[in-house]
């Protein structure tokens, strides 16, 4: 306990001790110990006591996790944690007849190397009673890159390093539209990961390939956690909505050398053609993953309403991913499916590592609104249906967002769309997007 005075009504509990205890994220479903592996995964109390620790371990090569402590939905304290087990004091000297609400997040993405950056939970001190936390009313899962890690919304812009002290689960739009909403998040995110290659054109590093598992990004070499290769088990947590941020490492592969895999000699390159614009079958192979996807993700998530949010970094595929929605509502008759133009990062709401930045998150949130998000939540359907049935079910909602309805922003039709698909967006957009633009690597 090092210097820190003795509390003699100190106990501890094993995490399968306390029954009233919140798990985030996806997990093994062990809790000896509780592994946290996904951005913004982790546990929460109701705690009625004046001081509380908890004892953590990790161990990795080069890149260390972080945490965030929220007491009462407000952050803090972040903090790193240091290869090894050892305790972390949360909060103490706090008036023990009041309930706490308390959240310890991790704040960094698994690493698909570096034994996967993860941190595991083994036993709560406290000195009180664990009181009931209870669910909310709606629940969102978050897909993406870099920008869903967080990654460069904390530190000044000038910093560049690769390392895991400038990410954030917390000042995060996952994070911050959860909230707004009131709502129980889960995040499946890969820096420079893409829906079909990364932003190096290696095509092993897509998310689509790996969300069936627990979390599969993990290196196997040396895992500590072999659970992760696992079936996630999506009858446990059905989200109501599911929003996919992905595309900005597509495109940015198009800029990208070619990629070669030095023990089979495969190689791997989204081409651009002569003129600079994108070449019309990598063009289509991007579209088929994105249609792919989308039955991957309504296989295990049959009621949510699933919104592909995109544009942070630009949109330079925006018309692409509309005509890969609207082949796949075509072709299933599957109407809750969204495509949401995010607003662009500016010199003003950058970050670090040229990345958007928190004020470019908050205004990410902002844009999802919460009577939009309600209604995405709330467009539910019983699951287990019939795909006829489920088909009468569904009210007729077009495969984009309503936002000239509720912000008065002018409808900017997408050039070769088909006539039902609009995308509607407040930021500067360019609708003949088959040229491509600099974006961000996410």
Same mark, same amino acid.
């Given at each position: 306990?090092?210097?820190?005075?003795?509390?003699?009504?100190?106990?501890?509990?094993?995490?399968?001790?306390?029954?009233?205890?919140?798990?985030?994220?996806?997990?093994?479903?062990?809790?000896?110990?509780?592994?946290?592996?996904?951005?913004?995964?982790?546990?929460?109390?109701?705690?009625?006591?004046?001081?509380?620790?908890?004892?953590?371990?990790?161990?990795?090569?080069?890149?260390?996790?972080?945490?965030?402590?929220?007491?009462?939905?407000?952050?803090?304290?972040?903090?790193?944690?240091?290869?090894?087990?050892?305790?972390?004091?949360?909060?103490?000297?706090?008036?023990?007849?009041?309930?706490?609400?308390?959240?310890?997040?991790?704040?960094?993405?698994?690493?698909?190397?570096?034994?996967?950056?993860?941190?595991?939970?083994?036993?709560?001190?406290?000195?009180?009673?664990?009181?009931?936390? *209870? +669910?909310?009313? =709606?629940?969102? @899962?978050?897909?993406?890159?870099?920008?869903?890690?967080?990654? $460069?919304?904390?530190?000044? /812009?000038?910093?560049?390093?690769?390392?895991?002290?400038?990410?954030?689960?917390?000042?995060?739009?996952?994070?911050?539209?959860?909230?707004?909403?009131?709502?129980?998040?889960?995040?499946?995110?890969?820096?420079?990961?893409?829906?079909?290659?990364?932003?190096?054109?290696?095509?092993?590093?897509?998310?689509?390939?790996?969300?069936?598992?627990?979390?599969?990004?993990?290196?196997?070499?040396?895992?500590?956690?072999?659970?992760?290769?696992?079936?996630?088990?999506?009858?446990?947590?059905?989200?109501?909505?599911?929003?996919?941020?992905?595309?900005?490492?597509?495109?940015?592969?198009?800029?990208?050398?070619?990629?070669?895999?030095?023990?089979?000699?495969?190689?791997?390159?989204?081409?651009?053609? *002569? +003129?600079?614009? =994108?070449?019309? @079958?990598?063009?289509?192979?991007?579209?088929?993953?994105?249609? $792919?996807?989308?039955?991957? /993700?309504?296989?295990?998530?049959?009621?949510?309403?699933?919104?592909?949010?995109?544009?942070?970094?630009?949109?330079?595929?925006?018309?692409?991913?509309?005509?890969?929605?609207?082949?796949?509502?075509?072709?299933?008759?599957?109407?809750?499916?969204?495509?949401?133009?995010?607003?662009?990062?500016?010199?003003?709401?950058?970050?670090?590592?040229?990345?958007?930045?928190?004020?470019?998150?908050?205004?990410?949130?902002?844009?999802?609104?919460?009577?939009?998000?309600?209604?995405?939540?709330?467009?539910?359907?019983?699951?287990?249906?019939?795909?006829?049935?489920?088909?009468?079910?569904?009210?007729?909602?077009?495969?984009?967002?309503?936002?000239?309805?509720?912000?008065?922003?002018?409808?900017?039709?997408?050039?070769?769309?088909?006539?039902?698909?609009?995308?509607?967006?407040?930021?500067?957009?360019?609708?003949?997007?088959?040229?491509?633009?600099?974006?961000?690597?996410?």
């Amino acid at each position: 306990m090092g210097f820190v005075k003795e509390n003699y009504n100190l106990k501890d509990y094993s995490l399968p001790e306390i029954r009233n205890m919140k798990i985030h994220g996806r997990t093994t479903g062990r809790l000896s110990p509780l592994t946290l592996l996904w951005t913004g995964s982790g546990v929460e109390f109701n705690a009625k006591g004046s001081e509380l620790w908890i004892e953590v371990e990790t161990d990795y090569d080069i890149h260390e996790p972080w945490i965030s402590i929220l007491i009462n939905s407000y952050p803090v304290a972040r903090q790193m944690i240091t290869a090894g087990r050892h305790w972390i004091c949360i909060f103490r000297g706090m008036n023990a007849d009041v309930v706490k609400n308390v959240r310890i997040v991790k704040d960094v993405q698994p690493m698909c190397f570096d034994k996967g950056c993860l941190i595991h939970l083994h036993t709560v001190r406290f000195d009180g009673e664990f009181m009931p936390v *209870e +669910d909310k009313p =709606y629940k969102i @899962e978050f897909i993406g890159d870099s920008i869903t890690s967080g990654e $460069g919304t904390v530190g000044a /812009l000038c910093e560049q390093d690769w390392i895991p002290m400038w990410f954030s689960a917390v000042d995060n739009y996952t994070y911050m539209t959860a909230k707004a909403l009131d709502a129980d998040y889960r995040v499946i995110s890969q820096s420079g990961w893409g829906v079909l290659t990364s932003w190096d054109n290696n095509p092993n590093c897509n998310i689509p390939r790996y969300y069936e598992q627990i979390c599969g990004i993990l290196p196997k070499e040396n895992c500590t956690v072999p659970e992760a290769f696992s079936l996630n088990d999506f009858d446990s947590w059905q989200p109501d909505v599911v929003v996919v941020n992905l595309g900005t490492n597509d495109a940015n592969a198009f800029n990208s050398p070619e990629w070669r895999d030095e023990k089979t000699g495969v190689r791997h390159k989204q081409r651009l053609n *002569e +003129d600079g614009t =994108y070449n019309e @079958e990598d063009l289509a192979t991007f579209e088929n993953a994105v249609v $792919g996807f989308l039955h991957k /993700l309504r296989k295990y998530n049959e009621s949510a309403h699933i919104v592909w949010a995109y544009g942070m970094c630009g949109a330079p595929l925006m018309p692409s991913v509309c005509r890969a929605v609207d082949t796949y509502t075509r072709s299933t008759g599957d109407r809750k499916v969204s495509v949401f133009q995010l607003p662009n990062t500016t010199n003003e709401t950058m970050g670090s590592r040229y990345h958007p930045g928190r004020p470019a998150h908050e205004k990410a949130a902002k844009e999802f609104q919460i009577p939009r998000m309600k209604r995405w939540a709330r467009d539910t359907i019983p699951a287990g249906l019939p795909m006829k049935k489920r088909q009468k079910s569904w009210p007729a909602l077009s495969a984009g967002c309503c936002r000239a309805n509720e912000t008065g922003c002018p409808a900017i039709p997408l050039n070769g769309q088909p006539p039902h698909i609009h995308l509607i967006s407040c930021c500067t957009f360019t609708p003949d997007l088959r040229h491509p633009r600099p974006s961000m690597i996410s």
